[in-house]
């Protein structure tokens, strides 16, 4: 069993979680290239900021933190496994509510579109998953995410293994020895995420 102190040991020093599937084995992945999204930046795509414009989506924070790493542990297509194995997600559940995992929601029209989950710890928000339930949810939610990060002075949004759909929000890899330097840094800063 995975214990919160484990999950924040792990964290501090560049390794996460991944089970092989809903109730397999957990591994502790340390890539040698990181997907970390540069604060700085990041500029939402003309498509998603027409998206942002139209105010489609109200984001909310923590409202509804199980429900969405709920919907993240979902397999993206049939016959897909999923890495969010139950024990994980207790122990999320757990980070929760110690204040130290959260959740970025889309709500529209009362319902939840979609959104994403992670952790905060000093000045490094590591992005676990998202989901959606409605074209552009989770995008918008990413993109409210960096720009409240960006305010509260976060120096690192990891956003761990890099793939083309991080790649279309602006992530970029960076070597390990580099991504350790960031994250020394954003530890060493006091900040709260709400």
Not at 91 to 110: M, Y
Not at 122 to 130: K, R, T
Not at 153 to 170: C, F, K, V
């Amino acid at each position: 069993m995975i214990k919160v102190e484990d999950i924040l040991r792990a964290y501090r020093h560049g390794f996460f979680p991944m089970a092989d599937s809903r109730e397999g084995t957990v591994s502790w992945c340390q890539p040698y290239q990181r997907a970390v999204v540069p604060l700085d930046s990041f500029r939402p795509s003309r498509s998603l900021r027409r998206v942002i414009g139209k105010k489609r989506f109200t984001i909310k924070i923590n409202s509804v933190f199980e429900q969405v790493i709920r919907a993240c542990s979902q397999p993206r297509s049939t016959g897909q496994e999923t890495w969010l194995s139950e024990e994980i997600i207790k122990v999320f559940l757990k980070l929760h509510r110690l204040g130290v995992a959260h959740s970025v929601e889309s709500w529209q029209d009362g319902e939840l579109a979609g959104g994403l989950y992670g952790l905060s710890m000093g000045g490094a928000f590591f992005g676990e998953s998202m989901f959606f339930f409605r074209s552009d949810a989770s995008k918008v939610a990413f993109a409210w995410l960096v720009g409240y990060l960006k305010r509260k002075g976060y120096l690192l949004l990891d956003a761990q293994i890099m793939n083309p759909h991080l790649e279309s929000l602006g992530a970029i890899e960076i070597p390990h020895e580099e991504y350790m330097v960031q994250l020394e840094r954003a530890l060493g800063k006091k900040i709260s995420f709400v």
